[in-house]
């Protein structure tokens, strides 16, 4: 949870108590407080103010390597477009009613059982969602993986598929003897590996 008024944050943390499935891992009054709790790739969800001090909400978003599903807690109606452009999952307009944040959490519940839906049901595929539908991607079609701002670009034989998913996700999804991780971004087939040279 990132805002700099205390109130809101105050509203924000007993909403957050009073939803089972929510686990407030941290609250800051600055994005640049949580750049190493977000950058450890391990929250699930971020609460995030827009016009703070120092730096926007929407701009603190881009300074990130993990980025994860986002909540924007804001006064201002006209940062909404911008919002949507990096693919939040809701956009709160202060003052901010308990329905419309339960509204917006169980969307955030569904995205992660979408997500959990996407785990392999047979050792030679897995689902993800792309292009507004799931898609079966068989592991040995996969070339390789590339992780992006807020999504991951997988590369078959065939064509590319953008899907709105963490990188670290992906990792769990694919067979850890089949794939290999050569770059913080990059995760390629061992099977399509044609030759190995020094680092390259």
């Known amino acids: 949870l990132i805002d700099d008024e205390p109130l809101a944050r105050k ?7 009073d939803v089972d499935f929510l686990h407030l891992a941290g609250e800051f009054e600055s994005p640049l407080q949580a750049t190493s709790i977000l950058n450890n790739g391990d929250i699930q969800l971020l609460f995030l103010d827009i016009q703070m001090p120092r730096i926007t909400g ?15 807690t804001t006064a201002y109606q006209q940062y909404a477009l911008e919002g949507f452009e990096v693919n939040a999952l809701d956009y709160l307009v202060k003052p901010i009613a308990f329905e419309r944040f339960l509204k917006a959490v169980l969307k955030a519940q569904d995205f992660y059982a979408l997500r959990r839906q996407n785990l392999p049901a047979t050792e030679d595929h897995f689902f993800v969602k792309a292009d507004n539908k799931l898609v079966k991607i068989s592991f040995d079609d996969i070339l390789f993986a590339e992780a992006l701002q807020n999504y991951v670009a997988i590369y078959t034989r065939e064509r590319k598929f953008l899907s709105y998913l963490t990188f670290k996700a992906l990792e769990e999804y694919l067979p850890s003897g089949s794939f290999i991780k050569t770059h913080k971004s990059f995760i390629v087939s061992v099977a399509k590996i044609d030759s190995i040279d020094a680092n390259d």
């Open 11 to 17: 509203g924000l943390k007993e909403y957050i108590n």
């Open 58 to 72: 929407l701009d603190f978003l881009k300074t990130l390597s993990h980025t994860p599903p986002v909540i924007f």
